[in-house]
């Protein structure tokens, strides 16, 4: 089975400047999809950043990018210019490559940004 | 989100009750999915459907059930509640393939 990791339990950023946070994951697949999801304290899920395993490329959505390294099994989101309104907890998710399977989530990461 | 509601937004029950769940999208998609949410242990599927009336088990299904009797809601029953299903409940749909799920606005049920 899949599994998720995200190491940090919480992290602490200064506003305008950068974060990292960090996600593993173990699959045995070679097509499946990952995602970073914000969720602030309105209990919202937001879709922050999704990757496509195929795609070396980076994906970037706007102050949000991701570092994809696959052969490490490796899924950080980087945060640039941090915003007050970044603070959330975001969590880390894989999906294997068909489409209607489960989300696989990790346990979670807190931001708390410093004004 | 405009395409997934779920109901009640809070709820408190006593232990032994049984609770449902509502879940209704505006979408017309065929996959539905129950997850809990638990500090240290982030979101975990508790049930998914991939069509009216076929609904399968996720990891932690214990003590719940579905039903999924039209394409649009996704009800699940906690059949006898206790107070380890205290939690927040998210609905989910699933959208366009190489995307991921759409989350309803989240249960905050707490059984007393």
Known sequence: AQTVTQSQPEMSVQEAETVTLSCTYDTSESDYYLFWYKQPPSRQMILVIRQEAYKQQNATENRFSVNFQKAAKSFSLKISDSQLGDAAMYFCAYRSGEYGNKLVFGAGTILRVKS | ?112
């Open chain 2, 1 to 112: 989100d405009a395409g997934i509601t779920q109901s009640p937004r809070h709820k408190v029950t006593e232990t032994g009750t049984p609770v449902t769940l509502r879940c209704h999208q505006t979408e017309n998609h065929r996959y539905m999915y129950w997850y809990r949410q638990d500090p240290g242990h982030g979101l975990r599927l508790i049930h998914y459907s991939y069509g009216v009336k076929d609904t399968d088990k996720g990891e932690v299904s214990d003590g719940y059930s579905v039903s999924r009797s039209k394409t649009e809601d996704f009800l699940l029953t906690l059949e006898s509640a206790t107070s380890s299903q205290t939690s927040v409940y998210f609905c989910a749909i699933q959208g366009q393939e190489n995307y991921g799920y759409t989350f309803g606005s989240g249960t905050r049920l707490t059984v007393v």
